[in-house]
């Protein structure tokens, strides 16, 4: 009688972002100790917690702006290669990390959009200059993104003529004009007025429903309960728990957990 070979069934898709057993350290101080992270394609991960939790460093991490000293980054399957140990490792293949964080559009707290150009230039200038595409095709397509949240009638002016909540918005269109794998956004609304918050978080929903992969480091719990399949709560540098949202914030786990979330309602 010969064996009969098991299916094995469908593969799993392959992660935009992984991350394995990561630790991070400034000098002496740990900031993350032993960190997973998937990013699913067409998920949305929220990372939560009180400041100093190692959040935003986690996402800085992901995109290979800050050096990490320990535990594997895979983008999409590929593991990025390191040199050195500790405090002194590095990327080895500077090619490989250019081409990873040009997949990896990443909006911050502060707009960083350049004061002398306009709008439509600050969408433009990484597609064109850092891709090499052509400007006339760029144009059309930041035109797009601009009208897709919400400040099409803006292409024309300069940051400084724009509130904070357009210019966020303007921040993110620069971003999915690299057209990217996947967004990552550090505190996208902190800065935010109240009201002007909400121009962004409507912009980010938008971009949820339409499955783009999200990396999402917020303060705003409503915001991570309407937009995320899965929620990971950072505490000290460690995951203290992680779910789906629903869990998470209506049945959390921990004591910390639910204090953290006491402490934000």
Same mark, same amino acid.
């Given at each position: ?12 898709? %392959? ?15 740990? !900031?993350?100790? *032993?960190?997973?992270? %998937? ?5 949305? !991960?929220?990372? &939560? *917690? ?19 000293? @320990? ?34 559009? $990443? ?41 897709? !949240?919400? &400040? *099409? ?6 940051? =400084? ?16 004009? $690299? ?6 956004? @550090? ?13 962004? !978080?409507? %912009?980010?929903? =938008?971009?949820?429903?339409? *499955? ?10 409503? $915001?991570? =309960? ?5 929620? &990971? ?5 460690? &995951? ?5 949202? @629903? ?7 921990? @004591? ?10």
């Amino acid at each position: 009688m010969t064996a009969q070979t098991r299916d094995p069934g469908p593969a799993r898709p %392959v992660p935009v972002i992984e991350i394995r057993n990561l630790h991070k350290s400034y000098g002496n101080l740990e !900031v993350l100790k *032993g960190v997973d992270m %998937v990013a699913p394609k067409g998920h949305v !991960v929220s990372l &939560i *917690g009180s400041s100093g939790s190692g959040k935003s460093t986690l996402l800085r991490c992901a995109n290979l702006l800050e050096d990490s000293q @320990d535990g594997e980054i895979l983008f999409e399957g590929e593991a990025v290669r390191w040199r050195g140990e500790g405090l002194a490792r590095h990327p080895a293949d500077k090619a490989q990390v250019i081409r990873i964080r040009t997949n990896l559009s $990443m909006v911050f707290q502060q707009f960083n959009l350049w004061s002398h150009m306009t709008i439509l230039q600050n969408v433009m200038e990484a597609p064109v200059t850092v891709l090499g595409r052509p400007r006339a095709e760029v144009e059309e397509a930041a035109r797009r993104y601009l009208a897709k !949240v919400g &400040i *099409g009638d803006k292409c024309d002016a300069y940051p =400084a003529q724009l509130s904070g909540g357009q210019q966020q918005r303007a921040a993110i269109a620069r971003a999915l004009c $690299m057209e990217p794998r996947a967004l990552l956004f @550090d505190e996208p609304t902190s800065a935010l007025d109240p009201e002007l918050e909400q121009e962004v !978080v409507r %912009v980010i929903k =938008a971009l949820a429903e339409e *499955g783009r992969t999200m990396l999402l480091v917020t303060h705003d719990m409503r $915001m991570a =309960a309407d937009v995320s399949d899965h929620v &990971i709560f950072l505490h000290q540098g460690r &995951i203290e728990e992680e779910g789906p949202p @629903d869990r998470l914030f209506g049945a959390p786990q921990t @004591d910390r957990l639910r204090q953290f979330l006491s402490a934000t309602a």
